[in-house]
Each structure stands twice: as structure tokens, then as C-alpha cells.
Nanobody, 127 residues
Framework: QGTLVESGGGSVQAGGSLRLSCAANRDAYGSSCFGWFRQAPGKEREGVAHIGRGNTGYVYSVKGRFSITRDNTKSTVYLQMNSLKPDDTAMYYC??????????????????????WGQGTQVTVSS
């Protein structure tokens, strides 16, 4: 069964940067697509960024500030977050869809598409 472990969260001031990591075991990494999601208190979980085998996509609010990459040698997916804002404060989750079929940009940011989830890492941005 696939497992994902996130790390790299923390507290930063507005304008700062963080890099989140998502380490996957072999069952989770394989031919998977990955997504980063976030959930703030009282809000629904939303898709932030996704990466397939050669494509990436972002929710509008983070475009130009966040970057998702994957390192196949380490079975790890990263989310580089720059120019952080207080509105970025949330629990961030990594998710995987093993044996990923082609997905549209909209599908790739939907919670229900992914079936392997990490435990989350907290990001807090102060003004």
C-alpha cells in the first residue's frame, strides 16, 4: 500500500519561503501523478498544484509563487513556496494517484481523484 510522508512546514513571515517535501514509498511513487492540497480551518480542502509525468499545473492564487517538482531518484515530490502570504496559512497535504491516467488540468486539482494521502504539514504565514 502506498504511503506518503510530508515535511518542511513551519512558521514564516509574509514574503518568506518554504519548501515542502513529500516522500513516497515505491507503491505510491511508481507511475503516479501527485498533487499538493491545502486546508485552512473552516474551509474545504483545495488543490494547489499537480504534477504528472511531464506536466504541471497550479491554482490561480499561487501561480508565479509556487513550484512543484519531482525527483525520481529520491521518490520525492516538492512544493517550493515563495512570496508567502497570510492567506497561504493552512495544513498542506500531498496526494498520489498510482498508475495515473491522463488527467485534465481541472481533474488534476480535485480531491476525489487521488487515493493516497499523507498526514499533512502545517504552514503558518504571519503578517
Amino acid at each position: 500500500q502506498g504511503t506518503l510522508v510530508e515535511s518542511g512546514g513551519g512558521s514564516v513571515q509574509a514574503g518568506g519561503s518554504l519548501r515542502l517535501s513529500c516522500a513516497a514509498n515505491r507503491d505510491a511513487y511508481g507511475s503516479s501523478c501527485f498533487g499538493w492540497f491545502r486546508q485552512a480551518p473552516g474551509k474545504e480542502r483545495e488543490g494547489v498544484a499537480h504534477i504528472g509525468r511531464g506536466n504541471t499545473g497550479y491554482v490561480y492564487s499561487v501561480k508565479g509563487r509556487f513550484s512543484i517538482t519531482r525527483d525520481n531518484t529520491k521518490s520525492t515530490v516538492y512544493l517550493q513556496m515563495n512570496s508567502l502570504k497570510p492567506d497561504d496559512t493552512a495544513m498542506y497535504y500531498c496526494a498520489a494517484l498510482p498508475r495515473c491516467p491522463p488527467l485534465t488540468a481541472g481533474q488534476a486539482l480535485r480531491v476525489g481523484v487521488y487515493n493516497v494521502w499523507g498526514q499533512g504539514t502545517q504552514v503558518t504565514v504571519s503578517s
